[in-house]
Structure formats: C-alpha cells, structure tokens
C-alpha cells in the first residue's frame, strides 16, 4: 500500500492518477478507515425527520446509522447494531419512534442512543451501567444550512473548520432566502457500478464532458445550447485545499434567469440583506452550477426543461455515491424546493431535474456508464501489469489557457477558464493526505 501511495504521489506532480486506486479492495478498505472515518460526511437533510421522533437510516462509508431527532430536538448520528450482540435495531427505512428495540433479545435503547432497558432486568442485569451500554454515536453532528453531516473522529475539525472557504458559498447558495430549503418527498437511491471517487472527480469541477457525453441531450431538444455549461463557456472552476469544488457559470439574479437563475417571481422572495457586500456582489455576476464537499456530497443547480420546446425550470439537488464496495455505490439524489417559492416552480423543477438527474433521468445513463470503466481498469490484469495511469493533464503546466485567476475577489482558488482540472487533481491531494496519515 505505501509503494503504491508513493505512486500516487509522484502520478500527481505530472497530471496523472493510478487506475489501480479506483478499484482495489486494499484501497478502498483504508479509505473507510482513513477517509470516512475522519471526514464530515452528509447524512441528510433536517426537513426529512421534522418533527421529535423522527428517524432515518443512513450511511457513514460501510457502516449504517440511525439518524434520529429526540423528544428535545437534538439531531443524533447512531451506529444501528445491537451493543449487545450487533443485530441491527432498525429495519425500516424511516419513521417515528420514542425507543429502539433490538429484535435480537430485545435490548430497548432511547431515540438519543440511551441503553433503557431489557426484559427481565431486575433479575438479568442487576449491576449493568446503562450509561456504558448504549448505542455507539457519531462523537461530532452538526448542521449547516438545514445539511446534517456528522463526524466519526472526536478529534476532528468543526464542520466550518472542515468546510474551510466552502462556507461562505453555502452562505450565498442557501442563504438567500430566510425560509430556506427542504427536501421534496424522498431521497431516490440506485446502485450504479462505479467506485466512489469517480462521481466525487466529476461534480467537483468535470466541465469539459458536457459537450461530449451529454450531447443527445442537446440533440433532442431537450436542452437548448448544450455548449454554454460546457468545457469551452465562461465558467470558471474555484477548489479549496481541503478537496472541495464547485463550478461557476454567469450570473442568475435577476437574468439570464433561463441560463441557471430564477425567475422574478422566485427571486423577489429572496432577502438579498442577508448576503454580506461582497456576497451580493457575487451572486450579481456569477450561479454556482455544481459542487463537491470532499468525500461525497455533491450539489447540482441547472435550469432542465419538462418537454422539448418548454422553457427550462431550476432544479436544485443533493447528491451522494454511498461506498458500497470498490467498484459499487449507492446513488442517493435529493430534490430539493424552496421553502418561500411558488409551489409551480418547485414542482416544475421537481420534473425537469428528475428528467436529468435521477435512476431514469437521461443525463444521469451517460454519466454512470461513462463512470463504469474506471473501475473496470483498475481490477485489470491486463491494466496493472502496464501500471496504467489515467490522464489528468488538462489546463496542466500550460496545456491550455488555464491558469489561477489572480484577480479573482472572492474566496478559494478560482481559474481563468474551466479549461482545465486543477479541482480534480486538489481533490486527490487531499485524498492522498488523508489516506497516508496513520
Ligand atoms: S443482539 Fe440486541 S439484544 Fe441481543
Ligand atoms: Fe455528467
């Protein structure tokens, strides 16, 4: 493993990554322990467990949570296996319990993770400390913006220590309006034969495949001038040293509205007075298409339309490739509304986005068969024995006219053009940082 980290290292100084990390069940066994294990990872949203009571399961890397809200409104991350003998506790999906009972021996923990009990306990367990025996927690939760994210590592940053410079973009991103955002009826979950890093490397700044792998899109008319998202527009990419991404297309407040902004009648509900004077100068020139929050959590905001000939509708979503093994995730997808929004516009953009983005959703079939060869090339014999390296040397060391954008004002690190893959190669630094700290 630490021959082949040394790879990776050296891979990335000139523009190139290991196939082999993209499916290797060494690697990916180190990533649960190194990567999952320390990062903020996104669990859910507050709106899907609103009331006291309310529970959902969840994915931390392998493991499953409960992911609860108590009778006093605290959010808890739970590890769902029996601390007596690790039979999961909870088989649904989500709902709304004041107690857990383990189907096992029948364990009874409290929705704040609290042992409460078992059958016979005055007789079976006279000198058990409850205190000692409850349900493992996540040791960090914390939210931003109604997102949950919860960290298994006690000793980890704050989650605005994690988000670095990404916080003030989530700032302007779900800032805008004071009622903010909530998911529309459940997460979709589909499981697509990729390794997780494959959908992580192309939310956090892939422009240039637009054009290409998206093409019918275009072609049947179901978004107009495919072009202007793509490689070639006047986007730029910003990244952030903690491996965090996104992509910037022009400005959406209050036109183009058709190219990635609102329409009046959603805009005049936002409350501008909560940007700061830089902030709102920002959201005057520039829409943040996509992002990555390092590991897995991905945002997506383009216009879709729910017909050919329509005219395109926002569609805001969450997105995350739960690790299921090297070369399996599971898709999750949130859409989401906003909150003070004409209920038109959030279910037009419900439609459209799903029309896009989604198990059926026609952008989506490029995108996971596109992503379905990395890991085929990392288990290859064929592809070890040539030490195959995939090539991450766009906009690299004057390939292109890319560079860092100096005079950009705002934070992080912004490019001249999105004509390059300076957040990629960020992001397996960042990776490559975590995966060879012990
Ligand atoms: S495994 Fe849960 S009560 Fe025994
Ligand atoms: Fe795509």
Known sequence: MDELLGKVADSLEEGTVPARIFND???????????????????????????????????????????????NNEIHVLFNRCAHRG?????????????????????????????????????????????EWGLQAAPL??????????CLDPEGPTLREYLGDMAWYLDVIFGLSPE???????????QVPTNWKMGADNF?????????????????GAFPDIDVTGGNGPGKHVSFPQGHGLLLNSGYLPEPWDKGGFPPEVSATFDLDRLTPLQREFVAEHAVTHLLIFPNLAFLRVPAVTAPGEMP?????????????????????????????PEEFNETGYIGGLSQHGPSGILEQDDGLAWSGAPDVGR??????????????????????????????YPGTATTTMLGELPQLTMYRRWLKEMVRA
Request: glycine fraction near 6%; aromatic fraction near 14%.
């Open 25 to 71: 069940p060494q690697v990916h066994r180190l990533e649960m322990e190194r990567i999952f294990t320390r990062c903020w990872v996104f669990v859910g949203h507050v709106s899907e467990i609103a009331s006291p009571g309310d529970y959902m399961l969840r994915y931390i890397g392998q493991d499953e949570f409960i992911v609860t809200r108590d009778e």
């Open 87 to 131: 039979s999961p506790i909870c088989r649904v999906e989500k709902g709304n319990a004041t107690h857990f009972r383990c189907p096992y021996h029948a364990w009874i923990y409290k929705n704040n993770g609290e042992w409460n009990g078992a059958p016979l306990r005055a007789r079976a367990y006279r000198k058990l400390d409850p205190k």
């Open 141 to 150: 939760v914390d939210t931003v913006h109604g997102l949950i994210f919860a």
């Open 180 to 190: 903010g955002m909530s998911v529309i009826g459940e997460p979709q979950r589909w």
């Open 204 to 220: 956090v700044g892939d422009s240039y495949h637009v054009a290409s792998l998206h093409r019918s899109i275009e072609e049947v």
């Open 313 to 341: 509708a926002v569609f805001t979503l969450l997105r995350q490739w739960q690790p299921l093994e090297s070369d399996q995730v599971v898709n999750w997808n949130w859409m989401l509304r906003w909150n003070s929004a």
């Open 380 to 409: 290859s014999a064929f592809a070890r024995k040539r030490e195959v390296k995939f090539n991450y040397q766009l906009g690299f060391d004057g390939m292109s006219d890319y560079s860092v954008d100096t005079e950009y004002p």
